[in-house]
């Protein structure tokens, strides 16, 4: 299984060939990108949806131009998402839970009896009518739970629930195919998006493929194919 986090389904993998799903005909999704989890450093900072982005040399993705080795865009609509098992160290999540409430319950006091007819020897009555009786019920109130038990109860998947968000924040989904808005405005289609220092950090200009060095290709993370509606460059991802 993949992390923690909520989704709509899961399907477990066979236990004989590791296979989820097999399909003969096309996987339809609606995102745009591949994207892979990947670790942050400790010192990078909140990731931005179409932001630049460095790899260092411990892999793990950095904000600081000093310490990339490698280049790339986070994603901002994946259809794939891999290296899902950042979250596995924390386990399964609680079983989910719902508050009791006070109700009402209906105790039986005396069962239903039915009708007896009355019994002559002749004209002689042995044993008179009795008529029929319904049961009869009281009202019993059931308390439900208290603000601290509900608290009690609660408490296990709220922790649970703050440690992967924990964790959560030291991942991001970098793009690693398809196509990427990135945070880049002023670029032309054909143009590269390569990262330029910007003090200690990473930014991005545009860069016209006959102007291009060896290095910046190489450093480039994708080639413009369209200026999006709010003026950001649309990428097709390039894999270092």
């Given at each position: 299984m993949?992390?923690a986090?909520?989704?709509s389904?899961?399907?477990?993998a066979s236990t004989?060939?590791g296979?989820?799903?097999?399909?003969?005909?096309?996987?339809?999704a609606g995102?745009?990108?591949?994207?892979?989890?990947m670790f942050?450093a400790?010192d990078?900072t909140?990731?931005?949806?179409g932001?630049l982005?460095?790899?260092?040399?411990?892999?793990?993705?950095?904000?600081?131009w000093a310490e990339?080795?490698s280049?790339a865009v986070?994603s901002?609509?994946p259809c794939m998402v891999g290296?899902?098992?950042?979250?596995q160290r924390?386990?399964?999540?609680?079983?989910?839970?719902t508050?009791t409430?006070?109700s009402?319950?209906s105790?039986?006091v005396?069962?239903?009896?039915?009708?007896?007819e009355?019994?002559?020897?002749g004209?002689?009555?042995?044993?008179?009518?009795i008529?029929?009786k319904?049961?009869?019920?009281r009202e019993?109130p059931?308390?439900?739970?208290?603000?601290?038990?509900?608290?009690?109860r609660?408490?296990?998947g709220?922790a649970f629930?703050?440690?992967l968000?924990?964790?959560?924040?030291?991942?991001d989904r970098?793009?690693?195919?398809g196509?990427?808005?990135?945070?880049?405005?002023?670029?032309?289609?054909g143009?590269f998006?390569?990262?330029?220092q910007?003090?200690?950090?990473?930014?991005?200009?545009a860069?016209n493929?006959?102007?291009?060095?060896l290095?910046?290709?190489?450093r480039?993370?994708?080639?413009?194919?369209?200026?999006?509606d709010?003026g950001?460059?649309?990428?097709?991802?390039?894999?270092?």
């Open positions: 993949g992390s986090s909520a989704c389904a899961s399907i477990n004989i060939t296979r989820s799903i097999n399909v003969s005909g096309t996987i339809n995102g745009a990108d591949y994207a892979e989890y942050k400790p990078c909140v990731i931005e949806p932001q982005i460095g790899i260092g040399a411990d892999g793990k993705l950095t904000d600081r990339a080795i280049f986070k901002t609509d290296g899902d098992k950042w979250s924390l386990g399964p999540r609680p079983p989910s839970v508050r409430p006070g009402v319950a105790q039986l005396s069962e239903a009896q039915a009708a007896v009355a019994v002559y020897d004209l002689t009555l042995i044993t008179p009518a008529p029929a319904a049961a009869v019920y019993v059931l308390a439900g739970d208290t603000d601290e038990e509900w608290a009690a609660q408490a296990p709220l629930d703050a440690a968000e924990a964790l959560r924040q030291t991942v970098i793009a690693f195919a196509q990427v808005p990135c945070n880049i405005q002023g670029a032309v289609p143009q998006i390569v990262p330029v910007h003090g200690d950090g990473i930014a991005g200009t860069i493929e006959e102007d291009l060095t290095q910046q290709y190489m480039a993370i994708g080639k413009v194919i369209a200026i999006e709010d950001r460059a649309r990428v097709i991802v390039k894999v270092a």
